[in-house]
């Protein structure tokens, strides 16, 4: 038997009243996930606990078995394991955003205006990162480099507990009220804002007419964590593809293999090609379990860009659904796929939430009779709630 997990990130949504009460999955052309749902059990699964916030971190934990609650020691951990930073037990970490504040002369008054800055390159991020880190890096802090927007701070032997904001949480809003409450922290954020608008990789930026990267943005305090190895929970080869270190860091602490793609964003201009066919390139070499998470649902979502969600949504039903459900059935051998999002990114707020979200298991030796429709009110119908989302692995796996 073959196992695959198609985890399309923050999918879930709300109904819009412009479209006819419709949500993203509603809307979109997705027929190879609506075909899967005719013959699969489908309802709602909570992902995050409600001591937790309903972060991808989090959610995807509980999708891939790893109780949050026992596990989860912050984001930027997890981000520092994929790109192979070994902490210590005294090292703190954070999340450092590459972002696109206004212009306000007083760091408190201004505005964050992109979570992203515009999904810098991680070729221009990179450099930036390189210049600022002699402004940043002493005998306590050091900054790291990552993919895109998204960066690491480390503090050794730093303190936890300090007020942090997600950057995508505050869009649109004066960051006044979001600052960090630890001096050292906003100092850094500071001095970065000093230094980056004037960086000739910025003023490229604006020229092109796109958002330059004019702070860092720090959050997503964690410390070093540990998660037993995938094959020791249960017994199956293990293999993870997704574009974000979050992800990848998941997948390398849990001894999974981790699989790079070329051309992987975590957008909606990301290589879905690729990813579908590393997923058929593991089973392949005998991998018995893929994980394979898409990033562009939630971004859109995080950007309030209606239309490129829906449009996310068809193109992992197009170009990765699609394409590898066929090659598993050509394959001949007993295959189950759990289609699900992570948790709910309504467009309307551009933030995550923590509402049940719609999770689809289909069996390829074991078909039931299933509504005709992937998505949230076809789930709700079906009257079935796995009210701890960490249980739903068992279930997939046929564990319990």
Same mark, same amino acid.
């Given at each position: ?17 412009? +479209? ?13 996930? %609506? ?9 709602? @699964? ?26 989860? &020691? ?11 930073? &070994?902490? &210590? *037990?005294?090292? @703190? ?6 972002? &696109? ?10 505005? #964050?205006? *992109? ?39 480390? +503090? ?12 995508? %949480? ?10 960090? %409450? ?6 850094? #954020? $500071?001095?970065?804002? =000093? ?11 604006? $020229? ?8 860092? +943005?720090? +959050? ?12 020791? =929970? ?6 993870? /593809? ?26 909606? %201009?990301?290589?879905?090609?690729? $990813?579908?066919?590393?997923?058929? *390139? ?12 898409? =990033? ?20 992992? *039903? ?14 001949? =051998? ?12 309504? /467009?309307?707020?551009?933030?995550? !939430? ?17 509504? !005709? ?24 796996? $046929?564990?319990?």
């Amino acid at each position: 038997m073959k196992y695959l997990v198609i985890l399309g990130d923050g999918m879930a949504d709300l109904p819009r009243e412009e +479209w006819d009460n419709r949500t993203p999955l509603q809307k979109a052309n997705k027929p190879n996930m %609506d075909l899967l749902a005719k013959s699969s059990e489908m309802g709602l @699964v909570k992902t995050v606990p409600d001591t937790l916030s309903p972060g991808s971190d989090v959610a995807n934990l509980s999708a891939l078995g790893y109780d949050p609650l026992k596990y989860y &020691t912050g984001r930027s951990p997890l981000e520092a394991a994929s790109i192979g930073v &070994t902490l &210590t *037990d005294t090292d @703190v970490t954070f999340r450092a955003n590459l972002v &696109t504040l206004s212009n306000e002369e007083n760091y408190e008054d201004k505005t #964050m205006v *992109d979570y992203g800055s515009d999904e810098i390159t991680t070729a221009e991020a990179a450099q930036l990162i390189a210049d600022l880190k002699p402004l940043i890096d002493d005998e306590l802090f050091t900054l790291y480099s990552g993919i895109s927007y998204r960066h690491l701070l480390l +503090w050794d032997n730093g303190p936890v507990g300090a007020k942090l904001t997600p950057p995508h %949480d505050i869009s649109g809003r004066k960051v006044t009220d979001y600052l960090p %409450d630890n001096e050292a922290l906003l100092r850094i #954020m $500071k001095k970065s804002n =000093e230094f980056l608008p004037s960086h000739p990789i910025n003023q490229d930026r604006v $020229k092109r007419g796109l958002h330059p990267a004019t702070s860092l +943005w720090i +959050w997503g305090e964690g410390k070093k964590p540990a998660l037993p190895a995938f094959y020791d =929970e249960y017994q199956l080869k293990g293999s993870m /593809i997704s574009a974000v270190d979050l992800l990848k860091g998941i997948g390398k602490l849990a001894d999974m293999s981790v699989i790079e793609v070329p051309g992987a964003t975590g957008n909606i %201009d990301t290589n879905f090609e690729g $990813k579908a066919q590393a997923v058929i *390139d593991e089973f392949k070499r005998g991998q018995d379990f893929v994980y394979v998470h898409m =990033e562009a649902p939630d971004e859109c979502g995080h950007r309030g860009e209606a239309d490129n969600k829906v449009r996310a949504i068809e193109l992992i *039903d197009e170009k990765v659904v699609g394409p590898v459900l066929e090659a598993l059935k050509a394959a001949g =051998e007993p295959f189950s796929i759990l289609l699900m999002p992570d948790h709910p990114t309504p /467009i309307v707020t551009k933030t995550h !939430s923590r509402e049940p979200v719609p999770y689809l298991i289909y069996r390829s030796n074991d078909a039931v009779n299933g509504p !005709s429709c992937y998505c949230e009110e076809e789930a709700k119908a079906q009257n079935r709630m796995i009210p701890d989302g960490v249980t739903l692995m068992q279930r997939f796996l $046929k564990r319990a």
